[in-house]
């Protein structure tokens, strides 16, 4: 693999700013899906809040011309930001399926094997350095997760293997986001995998078929989460990322299921 272009103007403070803020609205996230899911499926939810986002954020990316930005996005550039986007459809939707099926607290513990899967990529291909604290928080991760599993209920066992597997795709994807932001602005990727996103699951909505039935009675909710998830919280991850190492964001947002509980 090629070396991707080293960042410059990285401000370590904004950065753990941006994670820890990432955390607290992903949490806000969890919960409001969580009151969402309980009236329209995990794929009605995904159609609805990403074509939204990408209206609002395409809104944003009018000051400054920014969409000439994506004609200047060399092959690199595209490969790393559709491989991010692909990766996080999967991811998104297997969560909600997930947290629809179980807690949402333990939903939001378990998806911290995101966390490790990130790390291990930053030190394996990208050479990030990791302190022997940083190794113990991820330990104890791993650690909780095999408890978890051995004392789940037997109706939580599917729900268990699905947040993992999208613990997994969430954690290659925001690897995948640290090299994407070396080459694209954190708008411009987040606005491109929205539009991506979106495309993806009304796709989708044909062939696995959905109802809308019930979006109307959480209209308000589901305004929240467009702006807590597609407009706010991805681009706000995506800042982190362009001002520290992948690993030590991770690990900021393994603070998540405590805003969550």
């Not at 009151?35 to 944003?60: E, R």
């Not at 990766?87 to 998104?92: D, E, H, P, R, T």
């Not at 979106?198 to 044909?206: K, L, N, Y």
């Amino acid at each position: 693999m090629q070396n991707p272009p080293q960042q410059d103007g990285s401000n370590p403070s904004m950065g753990y700013f941006y994670a820890s803020l990432s955390a607290m609205m992903g949490a806000v996230l969890i919960v409001t899906g969580k009151f969402v899911l309980y009236s329209i499926s995990p794929l009605a939810l995904n159609a609805i809040i990403f074509p939204a986002g990408t209206v609002v954020l395409g809104l944003a990316m009018i000051p400054g011309k920014r969409w000439k930005r994506i004609a200047r996005m060399d092959r690199r550039a595209w490969g790393w930001t559709i491989a991010f986007s692909v990766l996080a459809c999967v991811a998104i939707w297997a969560h909600w399926i997930g947290i629809k099926m179980m807690d949402p607290t333990l939903a939001s513990f378990l998806n911290r094997f995101e966390t490790l899967v990130t790390i291990s990529l930053g030190i394996a291909i990208l050479g990030e350095r990791f302190s022997w604290g940083e190794a113990l928080g991820g330990f104890l991760v791993l650690g909780g997760i095999v408890l978890m599993k051995f004392t789940f209920r037997a109706e939580y066992s599917l729900a268990f293997w699905v947040v993992l597997f999208s613990a997994v795709c969430f954690g290659t994807a925001e690897f995948f986001a640290k090299i994407a932001v070396r080459y694209v602005d954190p708008l411009t990727i987040s606005f491109l995998r929205n539009v991506i996103t979106a495309v993806f699951f009304w796709i989708a909505v044909p062939i696995v078929g959905t109802s809308f039935e019930g979006a109307r009675s959480v209209w308000w909710a589901l305004i929240i989460l467009v702006f807590a998830g597609p407009v706010l919280v991805r681009p706000i991850y995506l800042y982190a990322l362009k001002h520290l190492e992948v690993s030590k964001v991770a690990l900021i947002n393994q603070s998540q299921p405590v805003f969550v509980a």
